[in-house]
């Protein structure tokens, strides 16, 4: 009451838990359970992991929404802290980009203005984490990158690093467009399909680990024509050649999400092109909380 006497405007949150994976949700269980859900304009919680998919962002938010559906929790989400990948691989300092927040305890600035294959994932592992929050959008709201300046800029000049295109990429591309369907691309790989009244994006990326980590190079997914104009961007933003041979398109698929684009009567074409696509071993799976 006190809160909203000082300023009516306020968003009141709950207690926001550390990390939102499955068996750490009892607490919120039982607040709101008993009540708490009251006071609160907003449920809260971070989404620290060491990598999106580990343990799946996707499958947690899944098991957080349900949580709170069935406490009859029905207003917005806020995602208040979490990303923080570190943007270079250096083990005698605890940095590893692919466990975030692996440096918390060494803030460092930039090393060298030479860009290298941790500044590349942070941001991939970045802009895979945003994705997540656009899926899930309206009900989630806010998205922290609790990361600090200095892994956002190449020094004192302030030369942006990766990370700092993501945001500016993805409202380039998605930022007037909703959430439509995912599309089940095969093992080891993700797909949303986003729309708005001028374009379809689907927005498509592997997540395996040794894609991931360098032990393996992306691979070459091969996606029936869909018998549409289809622009290929990369994470960067830049426009990829597309050509269309014997009937397929072939698409080098790995850690940095590429965005499929035709126009919006096309977009069932195109989800089911992905749908029907191929790669290296091929296993349909359902992502099922």
């Known amino acids: 009451r006190g809160l909203k006497t000082g300023n009516p405007a306020a968003i009141v949150l709950p207690p926001d838990l550390s990390h939102m994976y499955a068996d750490n949700l009892h607490w919120l269980d039982r607040f709101l359970e008993l009540g708490g859900g009251q006071f609160c304009d907003a449920a809260a919680i971070h989404i620290y992991r060491p990598r999106p998919e580990e343990p799946d962002l996707e499958l947690d938010t899944r098991g957080f929404l349900s949580l709170l559906e069935r406490r009859g929790f029905d207003r917005p989400v806020y995602w208040t802290e979490g990303v923080y990948y570190p943007p270079y691989n250096l083990p005698q300092y605890g940095s590893v980009v692919h466990k975030g927040c692996s440096t918390d305890n060494v803030k460092y600035g930039a090393f060298s203005y030479d860009i290298g294959v941790g500044e590349r994932m942070a941001a991939a592992y970045t802009m895979r984490t945003y994705l997540m ?3 899930y959008s309206p ?3 806010h998205l922290v990158d609790w990361a600090f ?3 956002y800029f190449l020094g004192e000049d302030w030369g ?4 700092c295109y993501v945001p500016l990429i993805l409202g380039r591309l998605l930022g007037g467009a909703h959430f439509q369907r995912s599309v089940e691309v095969g093992k080891g790989y993700r797909c949303h399909l986003f729309a708005d009244d001028v374009v379809a994006t689907a927005a498509l990326w592997r997540f395996d680990w040794n894609v991931d980590s360098g032990k393996t190079a992306p691979a070459e997914v091969v996606v029936p024509d869909p018998g549409c104009p289809v622009t290929v961007i990369d994470m960067m933003g830049q426009q990829r050649p597309v050509t269309v041979a014997d009937h397929v398109l072939r698409l080098a ?3 940095s999400p590429l965005f499929l684009r035709v126009k919006p009567e096309h977009a069932d074409a195109l989800a089911r092109a992905l749908a029907l696509s191929q790669g290296p071993e091929k296993q349909y799976v359902s992502f099922k909380a």
Do not use: I, P
């Open 160 to 163: 942006m690093r990766g990370v």
């Open 149 to 151: 300046g200095e892994y």
């Open 139 to 141: 009900r989630v709201r």
């Open 253 to 255: 698929v790995g850690s």
């Open 133 to 135: 929050a656009l899926r």
